[in-house]
């Protein structure tokens, strides 16, 4: 990190631990947040499309966070972030043969390509992956993103260790900077809009 970058201060929150049971409530609220995200609808443009498979998309991207009590819901499950923590991550199975059912045939090897280059950023040590985090849009702004980031983001300082996650909304570029993470490319393929893979390391 740079270091005259100064990290927000960590500060205790309500924050709750999502488990297994909780995974529909905290889907819900993804699927919600991310309905104006600019990869998201590129992907499912039409209403119907994305509220058919966004749901089982986000499941199976960051679903494993419910399995390593590493998934969190704010007040009311207002905000939720799904973190993999070192050595976990997506089925990739799973995710590839629901990309090619989900995806339009157009549009399937421009997402494997930008899938192929988000795991060419991924830090070789191990890390922290953020693979989503989002508010429902009524209560955006109000804090709760910063709620969730600080919540985990204390452990991982403790730890030591480094936290990553790709950002697929430039809306959202000055929260993560606020919090330590630092810009460290851009992927964009054919017309897929960019997202930007971001690093933050423990001091």
């Known amino acids: 990190m740079n270091k005259t970058q100064i990290k927000q201060p960590i500060v205790k929150t309500n924050v709750h631990r999502a488990g297994p049971d909780d995974a529909g409530e905290a ?16 992907l499912w443009p039409e209403a119907d499309a994305y509220l058919a498979y ?34 976990v991550h997506p089925n990739e199975e799973s995710l590839l ?13 421009i997402v ?20 989503l985090i989002g508010v429902d849009p009524p209560k955006q702004g ?3 993103g910063s709620q969730l980031l600080q919540h985990t983001l204390e452990k991982i300082d403790r730890l030591g260790e480094t936290a990553y996650l790709e950002n ?13 993470f630092e810009m460290i490319g851009m992927i964009q393929v054919d017309g897929a809009p960019p997202l930007f893979p971001m690093i933050r390391y423990s001091d």
């Open 27 to 42: 889907i819900d609220t993804i699927v919600l947040a991310f309905s104006v995200d600019p990869q998201l609808r590129w």
């Open 54 to 87: 966004s749901p089982q998309f986000f499941e199976t991207f960051g679903g494993n966070a419910f399995k390593s009590d590493t998934a969190f819901y704010t007040r009311d499950f207002s905000g939720v972030s799904l973190w993999h923590p070192p050595g």
């Open 97 to 109: 043969s629901l990309l090619e059912t989900a995806v339009p045939t157009s549009k399937l090897p």
């Open 112 to 131: 494997l390509e930008v899938l192929e280059l988000m795991n060419h950023y991924q830090p070789d040590e191990p890390h922290w992956h953020l693979p």
């Open 142 to 144: 109000s804090g709760y």
């Open 168 to 180: 697929t909304n430039p809306v959202n570029t000055p929260l993560y900077e606020r919090y330590g």
